[in-house]
Structure formats: structure tokens, C-alpha cells
């Protein structure tokens, strides 16, 4: 169920934001005069689901969800489309537009999708607000996974800053310490303050995992199928505080403690309304004992509410935001000494960061994201996406000359087969990272 759930929120993410870029490029383009052949939704290989002419323009649905297209007359796109290119040019082709025309037919797409997030964060932040952890209340400092340890942490550290650069939310903290170069973090340990140095090596890592987590208490949330703990009496809202003679405040000291007992039957003690109980608990083959724990348990979130006319500013900065950090991302990407390449994924990755459970905010907020995502790929300057078109049409600018037909359907093609190189190599990665 879970599955289906993410492949729709998936689906219905992807539709909005492809019909939303094509009609960018429509938009510009019927500004221009410019006929528009066609406006699919998908692509249509050999066939299509649905469509409809309209008009000039042939407005349709495809079979194929990797994408969606406008096919603008007398441009060299997806389409491959020569014999059109053989006749004289036309007064409504986009070949015969002027060349700034041009560019804002090609970066319509990509504006539509930068304004798209802006709309969708201020709906958000005037809908539901804003929760944040500041740094300060992370009272029982951080639970270090064993990329972090490597790199130094060690659980209880309490961080104070990145290259002695205070933060007021521990999210913008850790997004610091893995996107930002030649890292220097300061922590305190003990009562001494010590700095650790991160290598954009770990730091890539440190995206693919928990890394750092704040250290929070271990309060039962939910149970899971055929679950022991439930079988033995143990309840929802339960906070454990120890085992057999041992006292655990915290969850990742109970993780730890599970996975180096397993098969084993524990003592648990537990808070329950105010009274302290000793409950036996059987620990499964796997280390666990069948319970779901509330994320952040005993740490205290700051809210912030937004009027309709705060969110507009709050909600632009947050996209904005959003923006430089995903474009700062793009120096590990290309930084063979990170290895960030083998991060790349495709649909099953995407699909992957959606909640296995319907949930509007974060749905919002994952097509606002995937919006940013969509906006600064296709500004790549790689012939066959909007950003190659947007660097031939500005070398026309400023050289005077315009590429020859025969060059752009060259370009067109290599185009095409580095975005094929890339799709392939972002789906090898899925299938290391969740089939084999």
C-alpha cells in the first residue's frame, strides 16, 4: 500500500510540474505569435491515451511519463522533425522569431517552475506554518551514525557551530556541514570544545545517511505487525528509561542495545503516567522489538505562523533558499573525489522521498522542491534541454551568427545521448541501491 501511495503522489507531482513548464514555453510562445503543433502531457511514442485538437495546437496525454512536451513549428527539439526545417521559413515559426523572443519561449519552462515553488512555499507557510529545531534546544546533543563517527562525532557531542558560524535552527546546521566546502565543525564534548574536520568525501555520505540526529527520548509511537513489545503489554506513550539494570535515556543507546541482544528476553522499564514499570521483552532475530518511536521525543520545536502577507516574502526566500543550496549540491556532484555521482538516481529515488502515507504539506513540499529540481536541470547547458537552447540562441546574440540547422540537429542528437547516458546511469544506481 505504501508503495502505490508514493508511485501516485509521484505521478500527480510529476503531472503538475510538466504541465506547468510546457505551458511556460506555450505561454511565451503564443505571446510571439509562434505556433504550437502540440502540448502533450507525457510523450506519445507510436500512440497516445488521449487527444484533442484545439484550435491550431493538439493538446494530448501520452503512455510514456518520463516528461511532457510542446512541439513549437520550425524549432529542432524532441521531435526530429526535418521535413518542416526544409521548407521556407514561416512568419509564425519560431525560427523566424527575433532572437530574444527565442530565449523567452526556451527559459519560459524554467521560469514557470521557479515561480511554481515561490506560489507553493507561500501556500505552505500561510497554511501550516513552519516548525523548526533550534540549535540551542538540541539539549542532549547529537546521535553520531558510523559515517559520523568516522568523521569524528561521538554521541552527546553538543554542536555549536561550522567554521565558527553560529545557526539558530539545527537543520540549517547540518545542511552547512554537508554542503558547504573545507568544513570545520566545533562541538563540545565533555565540557571541552573540540573541532572536527569534514572532508566533502564524508560529506556526500553524510547526505546518503542519519549522519548527525539529534539525540531525543525513546516514547512509543506505534507497533508493528506480530509485534513482542505490544504482546508483552508494553503501550503507546510508554517512555523507556531503562533495561534490566541498566538506565538508557535515550533512543540510539536502545538501537544499540537491541542489535547486540538479539534473541534474548529483557527487562524494560517504563514511564506510564507517572508510575515506573518493569515489563519482560522478548528481542527478535533482527534487534528490534517491534515498536515505532516518536521522532524527536523530549525536544521542544519552535511554530511559527505566517499572515497571508508574511508567507509571500517567507515563502519566496525559502524557494530562493531552496535554490542556492540544490545549485551548491551540484559541486559534489562534479567533484570526482567525493563520488557524489554515484548519489544520481532516477523515478525510484524520486518516488522514494515522497511519505509512504498521504499527506498534503508533504506533498507540497516535495513538488515545490522537485519544481526547483526540474528548473535548474533544465538550465544545464546540454543540447535537447532548455539551458543547451538558451546557450545557441545567446552565442546568435552575441556572435551575430546563427547556428546552421544541420548543427543543431547534431547537437540535438548528442543532446539526447548524453541525457540518455545520464537516465541510465541514474537508474544502475537505483537498482544497486534498492534491488541489489
Keep these: 500500500m505504501e508503495i502505490f501511495v508514493k508511485i501516485i503522489q509521484l505521478l500527480l507531482s510529476l503531472s503538475i510540474l510538466v504541465v506547468l513548464h510546457e505551458f511556460g514555453h506555450f505561454a511565451f510562445a503564443k505571446l510571439f505569435k509562434t505556433k504550437v503543433e502540440k502540448f502533450y502531457l507525457f510523450f506519445d511514442p507510436w500512440f497516445s491515451l488521449f487527444k484533442k485538437k484545439i484550435g491550431e495546437t493538439e493538446y494530448g496525454i501520452g ?11 520550425g524549432m529542432i527539439d524532441e521531435s526530429m522533425d526535418k ?39 507561500i501556500g505552505i507557510l500561510y497554511t501550516w506554518g513552519e516548525d523548526y529545531l533550534p540549535t540551542k534546544n538540541v539539549k542532549y546533543g547529537i546521535s553520531a551514525d558510523s559515517v559520523a563517527y568516522k568523521a569524528g562525532f561521538r554521541n552527546g557531542d553538543k554542536i555549536l557551530s561550522v567554521n565558527n558560524e553560529t545557526f539558530e535552527r539545527f537543520g540549517d546546521l547540518r545542511k552547512e556541514m554537508t554542503l558547504n566546502s573545507n568544513k570545520t565543525v566545533q562541538v563540545l564534548r565533555n565540557g571541552i570544545k573540540k573541532d572536527i574536520k569534514i572532508a ?56 544499540h542495545y537491541f542489535k547486540t541482544h538479539k534473541n534474548t528476553e529483557v527487562n524494560i522499564q517504563v514511564e506510564r503516567n507517572g508510575k515506573k514499570l518493569s515489563i519482560p521483552v522478548k528481542i527478535d532475530e533482527n534487534g528490534m522489538i517491534g515498536v515505532a518511536a516518536k521522532t524527536y521525543a523530549g525536544l521542544e520545536f519552535k511554530h511559527i505562523n505566517y499572515s497571508f502577507w508574511e508567507s509571500i516574502p517567507a515563502g519566496i526566500k525559502k524557494g530562493a533558499d531552496l535554490t542556492k543550496d540544490y545549485l ?34 508533504a506533498f507540497w513540499s516535495m513538488t515545490a522542491f522537485l519544481s526547483i529540481i526540474l528548473g535548474v536541470v533544465n538550465l544545464l547547458p546540454i543540447p535537447a534541454l532548455d539551458g543547451g537552447h538558451v546557450i545557441f540562441v545567446l552565442y546568435e546574440m552575441i556572435t551575430r551568427r546563427k547556428p546552421s540547422d544541420k548543427f543543431m540537429e547534431y547537437a540535438q542528437i548528442a543532446g539526447f545521448v548524453i541525457l540518455l547516458g545520464i537516465m541510465l546511469f541514474a537508474l544502475k544506481n537505483d537498482l544497486v541501491n534498492y534491488v541489489f
Excluded at 63 to 73: D, S
Excluded at 336 to 341: F, G, L, R, S
Aim: aromatic fraction near 16%.
Design 63 to 73: 503512455w510514456l511519463p518520463l516528461g511532457g512536451y510542446v512541439k513549437i513549428a
Design 83 to 121: 521535413e518542416q526545417l526544409k521548407k521556407p521559413p514561416q512568419p509564425w515559426e519560431f525560427r523566424s522569431k527575433k532572437p530574444y523572443q527565442r530565449l523567452l519561449i526556451m527559459i519560459g519552462g524554467v521560469l514557470m517552475n521557479f515561480i511554481l515553488a515561490g506560489i507553493i512555499y
Design 200 to 255: 566533502d568525501s564524508i560529506a556526500v555520505k553524510a547526505g546518503k545517511s542519519d549522519f548527525i540526529q539529534p539525540r531525543f527520548e525513546f516514547v512509543i509511537a506505534d507497533f508493528a505487525p506480530k509485534s513482542y513489545a505490544k504482546k508483552a503489554g508494553l503501550k503507546i506513550n510508554d517512555k523507556l528509561i531503562g533495561i534490566n539494570d541498566s538506565t538508557l535515556m535515550f533512543f540510539d543507546q536502545y538501537v
Design 328 to 361: 551548491r549540491s551540484f559541486k559534489l556532484i562534479f567533484n570526482p573525489e567525493t563520488k557524489a555521482y554515484n548519489s544520481l538516481g532516477s523515478f525510484v529515488t524520486i518516488g522514494n522521498m515522497f511519505p509512504g502515507i498521504w499527506d498534503w504539506q
